[in-house]
Structures are given as C-alpha cells and as structure tokens.
C-alpha cells in the first residue's frame, strides 16, 4: 500500500505486471522469443536488425539493451522506455491494462 492518498504504488504495480510479463512482451515486442528465463527481441526504439542485446528477465523483468548501454530494473521502466513516457505515465497506464488500482 502507497504511504499517501494518490501517490503510485510502483512495487504493486510491478509484482502485478510481473505476474502478467508474458502476455505483455508478446503484446510489446511481438518478434521475441523466450531462451531459458530470458526474452529477447529486437528494439524497437532503434534500428535493431535481428534480437540478441535485448533481453528482458523474466523472472526478475529486468532489461536491457547491452548493444547501447540502456536498462532498467522493473517491467514500470520497459513500460516507460518503450512508450516514450515518464514512469508515472507508464505506471498508471499499466495499472489501467492489469485492472489494478495505481494507488
């Protein structure tokens, strides 16, 4: 639970987009392919050719980009990178898609 009235609760929303991680990299990064615990995809944020350096945990869901140095620790931050959106916008518009409360 959030400490205060309206403020995201980031790690509910992660445990739950966690839980839901395979329906939504097959929806954001539909040429992937799972290899052991790991996803991986081409980028679709620069002219990636072929997966390889784009690897989602998907136990953990952290990811990253080891082509171009960028990562993150949690499914709220691919949310962000990928849509282009501040953590908060990707916070709130995953907690909309899992049907959760983002407070």
């Given at each position: 639970?959030?400490?205060?009235?309206?403020?995201?609760?980031?790690?509910r929303?992660?445990?739950?987009?966690?839980?839901?991680?395979?329906?939504?990299?097959?929806?954001?990064?539909?040429?992937?392919?799972?290899?052991?615990?790991?996803?991986?995809?081409?980028?679709?944020?620069?002219?990636d050719?072929?997966?390889?350096?784009?690897?989602?945990?998907?136990?953990?869901?952290?990811?990253?980009?080891?082509?171009?140095?960028?990562?993150?620790?949690?499914?709220?931050?691919?949310?962000?990178?990928?849509?282009?959106?501040?953590?908060?916008?990707?916070?709130?518009?995953?907690?909309?898609?899992?049907?959760?409360?983002?407070?």
């Amino acid at each position: 639970m959030s400490e205060r009235p309206g403020q995201i609760d980031f790690a509910r929303i992660n445990v739950a987009a966690l839980a839901a991680l395979p329906a939504l990299l097959a929806r954001w990064l539909p040429d992937g392919k799972w290899t052991g615990h790991e996803y991986v995809a081409r980028n679709p944020k620069r002219a990636d050719r072929r997966p390889g350096s784009f690897k989602i945990n998907g136990r953990t869901g952290c990811w990253g980009d080891f082509a171009i140095s960028v990562r993150g620790g949690d499914v709220v931050s691919l949310g962000a990178y990928l849509g282009g959106l501040s953590q908060v916008e990707a916070a709130q518009g995953l907690a909309r898609a899992l049907g959760i409360e983002p407070s």
